[in-house]
């Protein structure tokens, strides 16, 4: 099995962050996985993009033109980056800052308002985190537990209320992950 | 050892440390930082020294100052900070000293684009600097082989007293893949370097490391060099070949583009098209014996793929099969990348006759 996953959105926003962690949770459950990042020179606020593949076989190419699933944190990457979403793929929205429809007949969209999601478990930086759970809970692209023990490693260091907001904001996005797939 | 993720860059710089590196200095551009900073904070931990150097030109004379004492020595940057450099590679190259130089290549000609690109071959095969020299020129195309290449770049350059490149673009430079990285070697237990500055045994007058030689000596280093790129031509070239028993076409690429053209070429096999592909892995000495394997009776055509406009390769192509077979090429640069459906349609429409 192979799962091209797009994340996009400004900068600040987590999109490299949680692309790493998605790749490296991989990597751990003994698949292949590439990241490839594609920003632009600003900071902050600039378009932010990453591939990541996941694969059970060895990644050949790392540079597909479509993807299987695209996460659009905002506007203005859902604009510039859908049509990079093969047709039939899998959309996961912020509804938090994406307002617009989207004129597409041939997707399955999945719409969360992740920033709300974020602030209220206690910290809107972490926005990036309900929709990988989102995500997960969709596709089963790679064992959620998994993901989880990458996340919490990573935050060791910091205080426990840390892990827990993480953990909890995952768990928001993975169940509406869920409930779209039983719908589906 | 086990497999770990890590970013091009810092694979490479780390791959570089293993094989006994221990002097760097670079100045910072994109996309290539990652291995600055990476090696400011890895280098000290091994007794090694980091040097933020004010320009490029600093950078690479301070490699030149490091490499002269018998020290492992590194530099890496990007385009435009490699052209910067040229003069000091040149002067390595005069000078008869080791070095490894890493081009995490982007956009140009100029300021060109941040992007990467495959803009850099004619500048690493033909003229890494004035003089009339040359370098090895590895490619690497995953970050398994960056890894493994950079790790044996440092024992070529000390081998061949010359610097050696390692040509990768930014998309390898960025990437992260999975990597098993090489065994730790510990620079105390290398053969000491009798040709450097400090050596002091046997008696012998100090060396004295310099570029510029009366007219009888630099001929005569300069005969010896047309001896060391024949028999780089004859021993180190290297690539990997595939599918080419039956192949009316033949996909040429490297690095990044060869991952992309392989894939390609995977799927056109599928459909039952009869194609193989030359990777060359070093760009000089450029894999001559793999072309030399093709039949222009069988093989319609070459299909040369890089990210870059005009193709650079395919005059070395044109060489290497005697201009006997046709050569289309494809490419993209200013900063787009090449992808999975333009190259194999690029491929397609040629095999097709429409282009």
Redesign the interface.
């Known amino acids: 099995m192979k799962n091209i996953l797009i994340i996009s959105g400004s900068g600040g926003q987590g999109v490299m962050s949680i692309g790493i962690t998605f790749a490296q949770s991989a990597v751990k459950a003994e698949k292949f996985a590439t990241f490839m990042p594609l920003y632009g020179p600003e900071q902050r606020g600039g378009s932010a993009k990453c591939t990541v593949i996941v694969s059970d076989e060895e990644i050949i190419s790392p540079l597909p033109s479509k993807c299987d699933t695209l996460i659009a944190m905002n506007e203005q990457s859902l604009k510039k980056f859908l049509g990079e979403l093969a047709p039939g793929g899998t959309l996961i929205i912020n509804s938090s800052r994406v307002t617009s429809p989207v004129n597409r007949e041939d997707l399955r969209i999945i719409s969360l308002p992740a920033d709300d999601i974020a602030l209220k478990v206690g910290s809107a930086k972490i926005a990036n985190v309900p929709m990988i759970g989102a995500f997960l809970g969709y596709t089963n692209a790679l064992d959620s537990e998994i993901f989880l023990n990458t996340l919490t490693e990573k935050f060791a260091s910091k205080p426990p209320q840390i892990i827990e907001m993480n953990q909890q904001a995952f768990q928001e996005g993975f169940a509406v992950g869920q409930a779209a797939k039983a719908n589906a | 050892m086990s497999?770990?993720?890590m970013k091009g860059c810092e694979a490479v710089a780390e791959a570089a440390v293993r094989a006994g590196c221990r002097f760097f200095a670079g100045y910072p551009i994109?996309p290539q930082n990652e291995i600055p900073e990476y090696m400011s904070s890895r280098l000290p931990e091994v007794g090694g020294t980091f040097v933020q150097g004010e320009s490029e030109i600093a950078s690479i004379n301070m490699v030149y100052g490091a490499s002269a004492t018998g020290t492992r020595a590194m530099t890496s940057s990007s385009s435009p900070g490699i052209s910067l450099k040229t003069e000091g590679i040149s002067y390595l190259a005069g000078a008869l000293l080791p070095a490894v130089i890493v081009n995490v290549s982007r956009g140009g000609p100029g300021l060109g684009s941040?992007?990467p690109a495959q803009s850099d071959y004619l500048q690493a095969t033909k003229a890494p600097g004035h003089g009339g020299f040359h370098t090895l020129v590895f490619a690497p195309s995953t970050l398994q082989e960056a890894v493994d290449l950079t790790y044996e770049a440092f024992d070529y350059a000390e081998r061949d007293r010359c610097p050696v490149m390692i040509l990768m673009d930014g998309?390898l430079g960025?990437?992260?893949?999975?990597v098993s990285l090489p065994a730790m070697k510990d620079p105390a237990e290398f053969e000491e370097t009798k040709w450097a500055v400090g050596y002091n045994g046997q008696s012998r007058p100090t060396r004295i490391i310099t570029s510029i030689y009366p007219e009888l000596v630099l001929e005569n280093n300069n005969k010896a060099r047309v001896e060391t790129y024949a028999r780089w031509a004859k021993e180190d070239a290297k690539a990997e070949e595939l599918l080419l028993d039956d192949a009316q076409y033949v996909v040429v690429a490297y690095g990044?583009a060869a991952?992309?053209a392989?894939?390609a070429v995977?799927a056109l096999r599928a459909k039952g098209i009869k194609i193989g592909m030359i990777r060359p892995i070093t760009l000089y000495p450029f894999p001559k014996q793999s072309f030399a394997k093709l039949n222009s009776a069988n093989v319609k055509a070459i299909i040369d793929i890089e990210m870059t406009i005009p193709a650079q390769m395919e005059e070395d192509i044109a060489l290497a099969t005697h201009c006997a077979i046709p050569i289309h090429s494809y490419g993209r640069s200013g900063g787009n990348?090449?992808?999975?459906?333009?190259v194999r349609q690029a491929i397609e429409k040629i095999v097709g006759g429409e282009a």
């Open positions: 497999k770990q993720l994109t941040i992007q998309c960025s990437i992260m893949e999975s990044i991952r992309v392989k894939q995977l990348l090449l992808d999975d459906d333009g």
